[in-house]
Each structure stands twice: as C-alpha cells, then as structure tokens.
C-alpha cells in the first residue's frame, strides 16, 4: 500500500500505564496483523488488493509446505 497515514494502538507498558505507538499503514500491528487506516479500510479497491495478496500468499505458503520447503 503506498498510503502514508499512521495507524494508533494503545499498548500496556511495564508500569500498568498505556503507551501510544503509531505504526504506517500496510505494516504489521503490535498485535502481529496488518494496520490499516480509517481511509484506506473505506476504499473497497484497497482492500480486495490486500484480500488478493493474503491468498497469494497462503497459496504459496501452502505450495512451499507440499514440496517440504515451509514458510518463506
């Protein structure tokens, strides 16, 4: 995704205190999947992209699986 807004998370810090972290749309969360900004989530092109390539991905996870190579 070429989109240059920043996504907001509220993460718990050692102290029991929350810290804001801002991460660039496209790039993995502090939960481990994909931030996606409120303008880009509305955008039905955008997310068919991401939908498309999330299956391009596991079909070739699971190619590189059957031939005994795993993930890449």
Same mark, same amino acid.
């Given at each position: 995704? !070429? @989109?240059?807004?920043? %996504?907001? *998370?509220?993460?718990? =810090?050692?102290?029991?205190? *929350? #810290? &804001?972290? /801002?991460?660039? @749309?496209?790039?993995?969360?502090?939960?481990?999947?994909? !931030? %996606? @900004?409120?303008?880009?989530? #509305? =955008?039905?092109? &955008?997310?068919?992209?991401?939908? /498309?390539? =999330?299956?391009?991905? !596991?079909?070739?996870?699971?190619?590189?699986?059957?031939?005994?190579?795993?993930?890449?």
């Amino acid at each position: 995704m !070429a @989109c240059e807004n920043k %996504v907001d *998370y509220f993460i718990i =810090d050692n102290t029991f205190d *929350y #810290k &804001k972290v /801002q991460v660039p @749309c496209g790039m993995t969360n502090p939960h481990g999947e994909r !931030a %996606v @900004c409120h303008i880009c989530i #509305k =955008d039905r092109s &955008k997310m068919e992209s991401l939908r /498309q390539h =999330d299956e391009n991905v !596991a079909a070739d996870n699971a190619m590189l699986e059957s031939i005994g190579w795993g993930e890449m």
